[in-house]
Nanobody
Framework: QEQLVESGGGLVQPGGSLRLSCEAS????????VGWFRQAPGKEREGVSC????????YYADSVKGRFTFSRDETKNTVYLHMNSLKPEDTAVYYC????????????????????WGRGTQVTVSS
């Protein structure tokens, strides 16, 4: 059964760093586009960083560009979101997601293109 599990969230002070992990089971993550999304209380879900894995550029939302980095480790069937210079406005539940099968996705982070979602990991940035 296909499953995505996020981890690595927590409480961090402004300016701090976290590394989120998204581990897949039941399928080979390296064949799939993967997106990181987040949702803060009372706000709509936002695409943070999405990688099509088709040789194109990784997308980053303007709000995180230069601070967050997407990476993959095929040996661990895991993708990561490295988050630096964290701000209180980064506080949210972070989710990873993939399409139901390996296919090309549009450049950007469009939630409608992603079918499998993890349960999320909470990130809180506060002093």
């Amino acid at each position: 059964q296909e499953q995505l599990v996020e981890s690595g969230g927590g409480l961090v002070q402004p300016g701090g760093s976290l590394r989120l992990s998204c581990e897949a089971s039941g399928f080979t993550l390296d064949f799939y586009a993967v997106g990181w999304f987040r949702q803060a209380p009372g706000k709509e879900r936002e695409g943070v960083s999405c990688d099509s894995n088709s040789g194109g550029s990784t997308y980053y939302a303007d709000s995180v560009k230069g601070r967050f980095t997407f990476s993959r480790d095929e040996t661990k069937n895991t993708v990561y979101l490295h988050m630096n210079s964290l701000k209180p406005e980064d506080t949210a539940v972070y989710y990873c997601a993939t399409p139901a099968f390996p296919r090309r996705v549009n450049y950007g982070c469009y939630a409608r293109e992603y079918d499998y979602w993890g349960r999320g990991t909470q990130v809180t940035v506060s002093s």
